[in-house]
């Protein structure tokens, strides 16, 4: 299986704050990565997919990028609204594996 | 308009079979490129894969799970059912079904999840 490790667990951030979120796959898996934002009791929201193309209706301040194993998740300017679980996700291989998530709380 | 929801019981004793179906709505799941999965979500915890049905039955499955999962799917009915065998108390969790878009290499649309819970 391909593990997937997020970085940082949690981080407390102001809106307006730039907010950066790490996703490290313990192999490549070239640009096969997918971002989800969660809400307490809520269903995930896909934000990203192929590391960098934004889902439809995604606020364009959440950006994707790199490719092989190291992945970023960017949050130009956080809003009120943004304060939420975080998930990578691999789609190179089965099983679909998921990091284990990052928190992003006020500050 | 895609949607999907989840259904089930809430709670089921150790040892039983956890059998949960998905309706889904705005496509077809005989439609090439299509696939519908389930993850769960312990309370508190991350998400985990379980399993995923493709538009021709291609089905794939947690190695971790694998022996006790079963997926499959009525296309008339629009519906996948999961079935977890064996359950624990471990196994207590929001289940959910998604939409697996772009070959079902990541998930575009999401059921609300029904929590089980197991306990005797």
């Known amino acids: 299986d391909i593990q997937m490790t997020q970085s940082p667990s949690s981080v407390s951030a102001s809106v307006g704050d730039r907010v950066t979120i790490t996703c490290r796959a313990s192999?490549?898996?070239?640009?096969?990565l997918a971002w989800y934002q969660q809400k307490p009791g809520k269903a995930p929201k896909l934000l990203i997919y192929a590391a960098s193309s934004l889902q439809s209706g995604v606020p364009s301040r959440f950006s994707g990028s790199g490719s092989g194993t190291d992945f970023t998740l960017t949050i130009s300017s956080l809003q009120p609204e943004d304060f939420a679980t975080y998930y990578c996700q691999q789609a190179k291989s089965f099983p679909r594996t998921f990091g284990q998530g990052t928190k992003v709380e006020i500050k | 308009q895609i949607t999907l929801k989840e259904s089930g019981p809430t709670l089921v004793k150790p040892t039983q079979t956890l059998t949960l179906t998905c309706t889904f709505s705005?496509?077809?799941?005989?439609?090439?490129?299509?696939?519908v999965g389930w993850i769960r979500q312990p309370p508190g915890k991350a998400l985990e894969w379980l399993a995923l049905?493709?538009?021709?039955?291609?089905?794939r499955y947690s190695p971790s799970l694998k022996n006790r999962l079963t997926i499959t799917k009525d296309t008339s009915k629009n519906q996948v059912v999961l079935t977890l065998t064996n359950m624990d108390p471990v196994d207590t969790a929001t289940y959910y079904c998604?939409?697996?878009?772009?070959?079902?290499?990541?998930?575009?649309?999401w059921g609300q999840g029904t929590l089980v819970t197991v306990s005797s």
């Open positions: 705005g496509f077809s799941l005989s439609t090439s490129g299509v696939g």
């Open positions: 049905i493709y538009w021709d039955d291609d089905k």
């Open positions: 192999q490549g898996i070239s640009s096969w």
């Open positions: 998604a939409h697996g878009g772009g070959y079902a290499a990541h998930f575009d649309y």
